[in-house]
């Protein structure tokens, strides 16, 4: 009919929706999840603008249902939530906003089958999973506060459409038009045994409408108020699973409780696995935040960037119900809140720190992160300086800056170190012949953020650090093996030769004691390290 607007994806989701319906087939179950797990975000939603909007007030049997029917062969996810408009339908489900197709598709390839699934959640493509068990989906939404609905749908092949509808409340019903081969979502005991592995912990409400009634599916267990006692390995396991998406097993799994001052329950983890989506994008600690088991909002900044990578839940007595972004910003209970919680992360790490084998697998997936919190958070500096680990030129493996210390020579003040942009530039860079020469260890830095913290940390255990590319180094108390006796005759009128030739390109040219096979080195004068020159030219500074 005339009403019925067509129009065409974005290019990228058509590759998209080929990408997820193919590869993920094998795994196609977890499509109930995201359909979910969007239902009960959009409740949350709605729940939280109700604090300042009355309009979004939710109804109190507010729930989300997933309704099967056998006969129209179509499975139904409806939700009571905040809803879309059409412009809404429009932007969600018809482009790509936060991600691109090609970034998604290589880390596709790049990753074992098993860790797949849980692409689709850290990409934000969740919605489009529906095609893996559907050949056409529609979408009716009201938002919270609008009058009009509209209905969206797509067969997944390059369009989708646009029409107004009927809904008399907001909210969202998704209708899953299934594919021949996937009755098997038409069964309730199916249904039922999806939610209960993916949606256990979810606190909103989720029923299965079962012959006209609706049986509830979900138990919305707090886990986190429960005594550690009373929680199984498989229970938190299943819960890590649910609140990140995850498909690994968590390297920590952090769950206590403050009484006294502070009233809160929290049930962390560190994963076990790196996130495929560079921790770079997303630079806030996602950490969720309930008061008295509802939850408010992932956006309550719980930890410290450089500890983004923790996940989990924050369950407190200490805020009212009805807390709105505003109060957050500066309710002094938050703030305390986040001190505990970043304390006892700390407290963790430097336990773990002990079994070195152990921590080698959480540094190698999260170390870069950490080492910004040097420069971020002077409080906290001391407390992650001894937790930080480094490639040396003097042992294998990973080493600490207090074994560094233990093992500097007899007169030897400064802690040296030497960044550069790849590992294997660093072990043949001829800045450190001078200092393997003497025996003198030199801790090696090629992660991004190498160039920045060295500085703002400048000393540990009373010692300077120093870059090695600074000039103004004296070896000369050291004796190195192989040392010519004396600087050769004739070494000043090259010296000349050499400043003339390169004239104001250069701020000075010196004999060194730190070469002992090559000729020449850069050195940085008195000026920031060469690496955070390079750094700086890159910037165009
Ligand atoms: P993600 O949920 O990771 O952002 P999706 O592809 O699953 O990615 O969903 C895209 C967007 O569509 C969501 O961010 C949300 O804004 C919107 N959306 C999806 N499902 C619903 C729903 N049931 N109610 C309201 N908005 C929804």
Known sequence: SETVERHEFG?????????VVHALYSDREIFLRELVANAADAMDRRRFEALTSAASALPPDAKVRIAPDKTARTLTVSDAGIGMTREDLAQNLGTIARSGTRAFSQTLESARAEDRPSLIGQFGVGFYSAFMVADRVTVTSRRAGAEEAWTWASEGQGSYTLERAERPEPGTDIVLHLKADADEYLEPYRLDHLVRKWADFITVPIAIVQDGRDEAANQGTALWRKPRSEVTPEQYEAFYRSVGMNFDKPWATLHWRAEGQLEFSALLFVPGMKPFQALENERQSKVRLHVRRMFITDEAELLPPWLRFVQGVVDTED?????????????PALARIRRAVTGRVLSELAT???????YQSFWENFGPVLKEGIYEDHERREEIAPLLRFRSSAVEGWTSLPDYVARMKDGQEAIYYLVADDAEALGSSPQLEGFRARGLEVLLLSDH??????EALARFADKPLQSVTQGGLDLSKFPAAGEAEAAPAGIDVLVAAIKAALGSDVADVRTTDRLVD??????AGSGPDLQMQRLLRRAGR
Request: overall charge negative; hydrophobic content about 50%.
């Open 11 to 19: 290019a990228e989701v058509g590759r998209l929706l080929d990408l």
């Open 319 to 331: 805020l009212p119900l009805n807390v709105s972004r505003e109060m957050l910003q500066s309710t």
């Open 352 to 358: 773990r720190a002990k079994d070195g084998a152990e």
């Open 449 to 454: 953020v190498d160039a920045f913290w060295p």
């Open 518 to 523: 090559s000729a020449v080195v850069l050195s």
